[in-house]
């Protein structure tokens, strides 16, 4: 079973930035399209930001374009989320998984943004 583990949240203010990790187990990595998630409480989780399996490709939901850079390192199995100029609204507690979501769920990680 494929094990994602989320780091790098935290509390910052409004404006600041924060640099999420996805560490993920699964050697095939490099093979999937992969994923930011975000979930705020009461609200149903949303795609953040997506990038191929080669990270020549990316996607970014409104909210976030021009904000946020998704990135990876497949020789290190990992995914990163550059989050830059954070707002209130980006409070929320983020995962990561395969575009589609088929892996297990991690625990995520917990970014809160200040006013």
């Known amino acids: 079973q494929v094990q994602l583990v989320e780091s790098g949240g935290g509390l910052v203010q409004a404006g600041g930035s924060l640099r999420l990790s996805c560490a993920a187990s699964?050697?095939?990595?490099?093979?999937?399209?992969m994923g930011w998630f975000r979930q705020a409480p009461g609200l149903e989780r949303e795609l953040v930001a997506t990038i191929n399996w080669s990270g020549s490709m990316t996607y970014y939901a409104d909210s976030v374009k021009g904000r946020f850079t998704i990135s990876r390192d497949n020789a290190k199995n990992t995914l990163y989320l550059q989050m830059n100029s954070l707002k209130p609204e980006d409070t929320a507690v983020y995962y990561c998984?395969?575009?589609?979501?088929?892996?297990?769920w991690g625990q995520g990680t917990q970014v809160t943004v200040s006013s």
């Open positions: 998984n395969t575009k589609g979501g088929v892996w297990s």
């Open positions: 699964e050697r095939t990595f490099s093979s999937y399209h």
